[in-house]
């Protein structure tokens, strides 16, 4: 009976270990190294200047190569992921003088991507500092999740498939994160499956208000934010228009 007992801990312990590496290497993956977060500033200013330069030089590099500049992806990356600008590949070819100091290759706080790339391809920025913020949120999620059974640290439910996050079963203080579009303070929730997300429902109900017209049921209501704005919706879930208000939509 002790044999077992002692298998199942350890079986739960390589588990935790496979799963912290898993998650490091992937964050290394996306950034090459990661640097402290005593050098994140999430109050940077929006660095619009070089949002256009690029924007000038993307459309250059398209129209000149027939191609955009953007690093590899797989089909399971988020959208507001997925296309990274490559910016070495920009500088090899004579399309861009220096990287921007706000990117995250000159150690800024931003990923550089491209959304619309099938359409009228746009710059816009991906917020590192809340991307790492919901990133320790979900490494604090799955090793409570591996402690207990699978139990989910979960709380009052956001949206249908949605809750957010019990603090206190974490043994952590709540975070506080910033929304590039507001300024106000986001939550983070969590699906039936664990994943962590930002509920951006707050500002996706200002964004409906400003545009003075009610989406599509089956608009997906992120666009108003990135088409709008300089920055993508970090680890935003789909949202429709149900009753007079934004929805997150169970995956």
């Known amino acids: 009976m002790m044999i077992a007992i002692e298998a199942k801990r350890s079986g739960a312990a390589v588990r935790t270990a496979v799963r912290l590496m898993i998650a490091a290497l992937m964050l290394t993956a996306l950034s090459g190294c990661m640097y402290p977060k005593s050098q994140l500033k999430q109050n940077q200013a929006a660095p619009k200047e070089a949002v256009r330069n690029v924007q000038a030089a993307i459309d250059q590099f398209q129209s000149e190569t027939g191609i955009l500049p953007i690093k590899n992806s797989t089909t399971e990356t988020p959208v507001y992921e997925k296309f990274l600008i490559d910016f070495t590949q920009m500088q090899n070819k004579g399309y861009l003088s220096e990287i921007p100091s706000a990117a995250f290759e000159k150690g800024g706080n931003y990923y550089f991507i491209v959304i619309n790339e099938e359409t009228k391809p746009a710059v816009k920025l991906m917020n590192l500092v809340l991307f790492q913020q919901l990133t320790d949120i979900q490494n604090a999620v799955d090793e409570y999740a591996d402690a207990h059974g699978g139990e989910l640290p979960k709380t009052d439910e956001a949206y249908p498939g ?10 952590r203080k709540t975070p506080e994160l ?14 039936e499956q664990g994943k962590v997300y930002a509920d951006y429902g707050p ?7 400003k545009s003075g017209s009610e989406p599509g049921a089956d608009s997906d209501l992120r666009t108003l934010l990135a088409d709008s704005d300089l920055f993508v919706p970090v680890k935003a879930p789909v949202y429709h228009w149900k009753a007079g208000e934004p929805v997150a939509v169970a995956r």
């Open 162 to 171: 949605y809750n957010y996050i019990d603090y206190d079963a974490l043994k």
């Open 178 to 191: 910033l929304s590039d579009y507001s300024g106000q303070t986001l939550a983070a929730m969590l699906d």
């Open 203 to 209: 500002d996706l109900m200002q964004a409906v208000q």
